[in-house]
């Protein structure tokens, strides 16, 4: 990504968005270039993944830059869908996956489906063992 990309994403919805929030708006072919040079470091985070021990919801688009695969497989690092449950829940996971229809990663914000799911998750109790 970078000046060009910039310049062709002001038609997209992530810059109708950021043009209604940005403190400098004109620094929008910064950020674009930077998460550019940020998307091309090789990272892996799933030692420190696996050492998350807090209740966790990760929320991804079916046609998402983040491939469903991939969320499963942070899901499985966080302890999610290892075994069932159980009839009454106890052996439910502190995880969840939650994957959202007709979703992508640049309308994702837009959707009601994301605060919808966020706030259940927020709104559950923590298990008392936490």
């Known amino acids: ?9 002001k038609k997209t919805p992530l810059y109708q968005s950021y043009s209604k929030i940005a403190p400098k708006i004109e620094d929008w072919a910064v950020l674009v270039t930077k998460t550019g040079q940020l998307l091309k470091n090789d990272y892996n985070w799933s030692n420190s993944i696996k050492a998350i021990k807090a209740p966790t919801l990760l929320i991804v688009g079916d046609a998402d830059a983040v491939r469903t695969a991939h969320a499963v497989e942070f899901f499985g690092l966080l302890g999610g869908g290892k075994k069932d449950a159980g009839w009454d829940g106890s052996e439910k996971s502190n995880a969840q996956l939650a994957i959202l229809p007709g979703v992508t990663h640049y309308d994702i914000f837009m959707m009601p489906a ?14 008392k063992n936490q």
């Open 114 to 127: 994301l605060s919808s799911t966020a706030t259940a998750f927020l709104d559950t109790p923590m298990p």
């Open 1 to 9: 990504m970078s000046t060009a990309a910039a310049e062709s994403m």
